[in-house]
């Protein structure tokens, strides 16, 4: 008995001895990469976990674009590395993967985005008639074709607005309204656009325009000479040519719109042309441009000029003076035509001359019923070439004048021989100054040559007061100064108005065409007195 307990005693101390001298097994932890690039684009990519423990993770740096799954395990496995797409500069984030013996990392990088070159035609494409922003990090390249700038810069001010420039590459064409007036980019400038997160819209059914582009998005490269593409009406009219600089045969200005000035009544205008093939569609042109006074040529040809549609309508947009000058070939008719698009013209009281165009396709002779006061030249002609009548300056102060110019036809195929258009001269308006009072708001006033003072008065409840007064030089067509009073019957607050008009005791010949105030986004000039401080 006392034996087998022994037996058992020593059988256990030998299995206690022997676990004793048994090593426990070390732990393994490793990953089959130790760095993991993504593009710019977002992904997922794998890692492969080889362990014999169990294990935890940490996203150490960068969680805020990189996620891994899962966050722990036991033994060998897989991790998903997700990142989100990177809209900016490369970066870098870290994981590290540990267990109570073991610590392994892994460095993650995410590149920036690829640089894109679009044609403009890739740029076009994505529009797709809803407003869509460009995601990723696009550049076209194309040249300035518009010029817009304000006329002291250079440009022909034709546009509505300044924020406005039109590029092409040569295939294709878009607008771009920028962020600010663009005072910088010249018509012939070769330009880099940037164009990632830059929104594609269209206004009022008008052209396709990359809206609110910084000007700091377009980079200048060089320059070069624009080529117009030659296109018929009828290709205008499809729109596939727009915002390019076009060149567009056998069209005329409308009958209707023969003689006007590219602007008319210091509004923005659209003078009607149409083709041979009988399209029709408008030169448009904004009531700042540098030529707005300038009469629309008479002849057919060719004109050139900017694509655009604006609510349907397809225009041209003249980039430069010499767009028109291919209009001067003979007015195309299919039958014998002989008239006059406007038979009454008011003309200023001063010396002056301007141009009148018939609507016609035979041979002519004019004649002037004051010849001496309302000359004409050339007495005779053919088609619509253009005849200019010079008139002296009136020397009534209160009466106006008329003439009658005379055009007459011997074509047998004409039935009224004769048309007329009747000119009258509105009396001459001679720059008289008031009488200056001792108003305690005036300077000192010297007589001047050249110069007048000027006063104005209004109502204020029922009593006539002094309203404002200044010292106008009329050579250069500005006020030195202007004064007005101030007290509280005549003091308010509201809104001003920047429509404006002629002085009515001021000669029109002195004062400036100036309708509206004018200026860059930030500055508005013109005003002379605050309107809006003086209500009553």
């Not at 225009?315 to 006059?340: C, H, K, N």
Request: aromatic fraction near 10%; charged fraction near 20%.
């Amino acid at each position: 008995m006392q034996l087998r307990k022994i037996s058992r005693v020593l059988m256990v101390l030998a299995f206690f001895i022997a676990s004793c001298s048994e090593k426990p097994e070390p732990q393994t932890l490793s990953l089959d990469k130790a760095q993991v690039t993504f593009n710019a684009s977002a992904a997922d990519q794998l890692i492969q976990v080889t362990a014999n423990c169990s294990w935890s993770l940490a996203v150490t740096e960068g969680s805020d674009w990189l996620s891994v799954t899962p966050l722990q395990g036991q033994g060998s496995g897989t991790l998903t590395l997700t990142a989100k797409a990177n809209t900016g500069a490369d970066r870098t984030a870290a994981i590290k993967i540990y267990s109570a013996e073991k610590e392994v990392r892994v460095t993650v990088i995410q590149k920036e985005q690829e640089i894109l070159y679009w044609t403009v035609s890739q740029l076009r494409a994505l529009y797709k008639g809803v407003n869509v922003t460009v995601t990723e990090k696009v550049v076209v390249k194309a040249t300035v074709i518009s010029n817009y700038l304000k006329s002291d810069n250079g440009g022909l001010n034709n546009y509505t607005s300044l924020k406005a420039m039109v590029v092409s590459d040569g295939v294709a064409g878009i607008q771009l309204y920028c962020a600010e007036d663009n005072t910088t980019f010249r018509q012939g400038d070769k330009v880099e656009i940037q164009l990632k997160d830059q929104s594609l819209s269209v206004y009022n059914n008008g052209p396709l325009q990359v809206n609110g582009i910084p000007l700091a998005n377009i980079t200048k490269t060089g320059t070069e000479t624009l080529v117009a593409k030659e296109i018929s009406a009828a290709g205008l009219l499809t729109g596939n040519y727009e915002s390019m600089y076009v060149a567009i045969p056998s069209v005329q200005v409308a009958d209707q719109d023969l003689n006007k000035s590219f602007v008319t009544e210091s509004a923005h205008t659209s003078i009607a042309m149409v083709a041979k093939t009988k399209e029709t569609f408008d030169i448009f042109s904004s009531r700042y441009s540098s030529f707005k006074d300038i009469t629309v040529p008479s002849g057919s040809g060719v004109l050139k000029g900017i694509a655009s549609v604006y609510n349907r309508r397809y225009q041209i947009s003249i980039a430069m003076v010499s767009d028109w000058e291919g209009l001067t070939d003979e007015r195309f008719y299919t039958e014998p035509t002989f008239a006059l698009p406007s038979t009454e013209k008011e003309v200023p009281g001063e010396a002056g001359q301007f141009t009148v165009s018939l609507a016609a396709n035979v041979t002519w002779t004019v004649a002037s019923s004051d010849p001496d006061n309302f000359a004409v030249s050339p007495a005779s002609g053919s088609g619509s070439a253009p005849v200019t009548v010079t008139y002296t300056q009136n020397p009534s102060l209160s009466g106006s004048r008329t003439a009658d110019i005379v055009f007459s036809t011997t074509d047998t195929d004409v039935l009224q021989k004769t048309v007329t258009l009747h000119i009258t001269q509105s009396p001459f308006e001679a720059l008289v100054s008031d009488p200056v009072h001792a108003w305690m708001e005036l300077p000192v006033v010297l007589e001047q040559e050249a110069f007048a003072y000027i006063s104005h008065m209004t109502s204020v409840k029922g009593k006539s007061v002094r309203n404002y007064a200044f010292w106008y030089d009329s050579q250069n067509r500005l006020s030195h100064w202007v004064a007005y009073p101030l007290y509280r019957e005549i003091m308010g607050s509201g809104s001003r108005t920047d429509s404006w008009n002629y002085n009515p005791k001021v000669p029109k010949r002195y004062q400036p065409v100036l309708f509206y105030s004018f200026g860059s986004s930030n500055y508005d000039r013109g005003h002379q007195l605050p309107s809006a401080d003086r209500l009553y």
